[in-house]
């Protein structure tokens, strides 16, 4: 399988504090994106980062890309009850449109 | 621009009966791809359409198929339902432009009694 595999499986932290969720994958890729899941409703696109870039931001979230190690990780600081969700690491595989998921990373923020 | 809508929300069958969900991508739109999601298994890619003509396609069955219209809406069907076909499906539609992310409907959650 060329799933991706993400660490934690479970976040658990208070409000104000920044989460890290890790993404490994297998394969080679152009791009490797974000998605954020509310309560197993559809996927929201966060971020995108190129297999040329290593570090981009955009509002409260920084996402790293390690090609060498293939892996990313995602930072959200000053985290707030409504980041509250599972977010999922995804690449597209061959060819077209077709996204490779993570396993995924559930993350509660607590008041 | 409304966003990707998929019909009906929810949705319960028994096993051996078939099913059609129905996605309309957004407006400008003609890729439209398909995924199941369970807690077993993730998110796996189902199929992709792109101007009527299915472009790719995941490690499914014969019993899941899928058409697209000449209006880029799409349509999965499963037929000879079986209880681990009970999972969220979700669709995603890109635009043309090429900016690589996609944009998802809130799903159907299927449920197989």
């Known amino acids: 399988s060329q799933q991706g595999e993400e660490d934690p499986q479970a976040l658990s932290i208070q409000e104000g504090e920044n989460a890290t969720m890790n993404c490994s994958y297998k394969?080679?890729?152009?791009?490797l994106q974000w998605y954020r899941q509310n309560s197993g409703r559809g996927l929201v696109h966060l971020i995108l980062?190129?297999?040329?870039?290593r570090e981009k931001h955009s509002g409260r979230l920084r996402v790293t890309l390690d090609t060498s190690k293939k892996s990313s990780s995602l930072l959200i600081t000053a985290s707030r009850a409504a980041d509250t969700a599972s977010y999922f690491c995804?690449?597209?595989?061959?060819?077209?449109?077709?996204?490779?998921f993570g396993t995924g990373t559930q993350l509660k923020v607590e008041l | 621009k409304a966003g990707v809508t998929q019909t009906p929300r929810y949705l319960i069958k028994t096993r051996g009966q078939q099913v059609t969900l129905s996605c309309s991508p957004i407006s400008g739109h003609r890729s439209v791809s398909w995924y199941q999601q369970t807690p077993g298994q993730g998110l796996q890619f189902l199929f992709e359409y792109f101007s009527e003509t299915q472009r790719n396609k995941g490690n499914f069955p014969g019993r899941f198929s899928g058409r697209q219209f000449s209006n880029s809406r799409s349509e999965m069907n499963v037929s000879t339902l079986e209880l681990g076909d009970s999972a969220l499906y979700l669709c995603a539609s890109s635009d043309p432009t090429g900016n690589e992310k996609l944009f998802f409907g809130s799903g159907t959650q299927l449920s197989v009694l």
């Open positions: 394969t080679s890729i152009n791009n």
């Open positions: 980062i190129r297999s040329n870039e």
């Open positions: 995804a690449y597209f595989t061959g060819g077209g449109n077709k996204l490779t």
